[in-house]
């Protein structure tokens, strides 16, 4: 009955439309229907220019038009199925939500809402686009979140040992970046699909070890890992954050060296060394902490705009002369700090979340634009940073979260495998079915 009143619609519409218009206006096509969801192709041809924009620099290291079609909507494809998830499990990503993302992703960059819209314009890309995959991104990370908690378990004796590494690491000790290759396995794999996957990951091994192809292109052309589009880059890792099945022969290759195939949880890898770096070159691990006041104004009953502008004018005070302390007291509505005159102590930039990144920027002294923070917005004044060396207990929490970040990744790749692998999905580009026709 939706399609019969639907096509009542459009023909209705067509009727209305004077005869050279109606087809004039482009149609835009459905790149691929996923369960009760599609992707429509102007989706995917705008996902497409984004990584193309990305690799302007180094477009070589992409594969053929359409085999990053089909690496791009199966990344597109993946996003639906975890907002679908998401939603399944009651995660909810209100307006608000996305607005604050906004706001901090503005701040950051040091656009107003206003430049950040142009910005977008010059990307291609509206603020209604930019808004849905904020929501989406929202989306995917509280499910990622809400997948850890339960299932990710980090052992006091996992922590001592890689404590225990880190200290050999500050008596002189590496770091490695490294990359991947992911041929993915399903769960319970037959023999036939192991043996597949090790056909697969053979050949790209044999064109590696020709030269006939690098190893960031063949991640972008062939890896089933999500982070494929970045050639594979894993960036940075400490021992802790290595899988102790190969880290012992990590430590053996030389930049530029390939290791693999190596048979694990998630399928077969190649990895690859990138380059090392010693402890002395990374530093010891140091904990940044900044001072701060802050005047906020809650917008419950006001408009962000008339919000925003008031916070502004007690800015254009502040940095006129005024005292931020007397200011903070008169104006703030924080009962915690306004009786301090706005002062909120010393912070850990981690716990700053997205506004750590604009505070980093400021001088001592500097008042922030307004930000948005759930219920309202602020200014801010940043009166003074500190580093300092952890202590033994925060350094065995950043321990622990490395570990359990490495372990999360394992297992989250896993589900994204087998939720794929449950998935309908009609792929319908022309493309991407030219791709799979010419792989295939």
């Known amino acids: 009955m939706m399609k019969f009143r639907a096509t009542l619609l459009a023909t209705a519409l067509a009727a209305l439309l004077p005869a050279g218009l109606v087809h004039a206006q482009p149609i835009d096509r459905i790149a691929a229907v996923v369960n009760e969801d599609i992707i429509l192709q102007s989706e995917l041809d705008r996902a497409i220019a984004n990584i193309t924009a990305q690799y302007a620099g180094s477009s070589t290291q992409l594969p053929p038009a359409d085999v990053l079609a089909r690496q791009v909507l199966e990344r597109l494809v993946l996003t639906r199925l975890q907002v679908s998830r998401a939603r399944e499990s009651g995660i909810v990503v209100s307006d608000q939500d996305v607005a604050q993302a906004i706001a901090g992703i503005a701040q950051q960059n040091g656009f107003s809402p206003e430049q950040l819209q142009a910005q977008l314009a010059r990307d291609g890309m509206t603020m209604d686009d930019f808004r849905r995959s904020l929501h989406d991104e929202i989306a995917t990370q509280r499910l990622r979140q809400g997948f850890a908690q339960g299932r990710i378990h980090v052992s006091e004796a996992e922590v001592n040992a890689a404590l225990a590494q880190a200290r050999g690491a500050a008596a002189g000790g590496t770091q490695y970046r490294l990359a991947h290759i992911l041929v993915a396995l399903p769960e319970g794999a037959t023999p036939e699909q192991i043996a597949t996957g090790q056909q697969k990951i053979d050949g790209i ?11 960031a292109a063949a991640a972008v052309r062939y890896s089933d890992s999500p982070n494929a589009l ?4 894993l960036g940075w890792r400490p021992e802790s954050e290595i ?10 290759l030389q930049a530029g060296q390939v290791l693999g195939p190596i048979r694990g949880s998630s399928g077969f890898q190649l990895v690859r060394l990138i380059e090392t770096r010693s402890a002395a070159e990374s530093g010891p691990m140091m904990l940044t902490q900044y001072h701060l006041r802050h005047i906020l104004i809650r917008s419950e009953g006001a408009d962000d705009a008339t919000v925003r502008a008031q916070l502004e004018t007690l800015r254009a005070r502040a940095n006129g002369g005024a005292d931020f302390a007397k200011l903070a007291s008169e104006h703030s509505q924080d ?5 301090n005159g706005g002062d909120i102590g010393w912070v850990d930039a981690e716990a700053l979340g997205p506004v750590a990144a604009t505070v980093a920027t400021m001088r001592d002294g500097q008042i922030s634009a307004p ?4 219920g309202g917005w602020h200014i801010v004044q940043r009166i003074a940073e500190r580093r300092s060396e952890v202590s033994d207990e925060q350094q065995r929490a950043v321990i622990r979260e490395n570990i359990g970040r490495r372990k999360l990744e394992d297992e989250y790749n896993r589900f994204l495998q087998e939720m794929r692998g449950d998935a309908y999905v009609d792929v319908r580009s022309e493309s991407v079915i030219g791709a799979s026709r010419n792989e295939g």
């Not at 009962?335 to 009786?339: A, C, E, I, M, Q």
């Not at 930000?371 to 759930?374: E, G």
């Open 335 to 339: 009962p915690g700090s306004r009786d």
């Open 230 to 233: 970045e050639g594979g880059d």
């Open 243 to 252: 899988p102790p099945a190969f880290v012992n022969e990590i430590k053996t």
């Open 205 to 215: 091994k044999s064109l590696l070890d020709r030269g006939e192809m690098d190893f």
């Open 371 to 374: 930000m948005q923070v759930p």
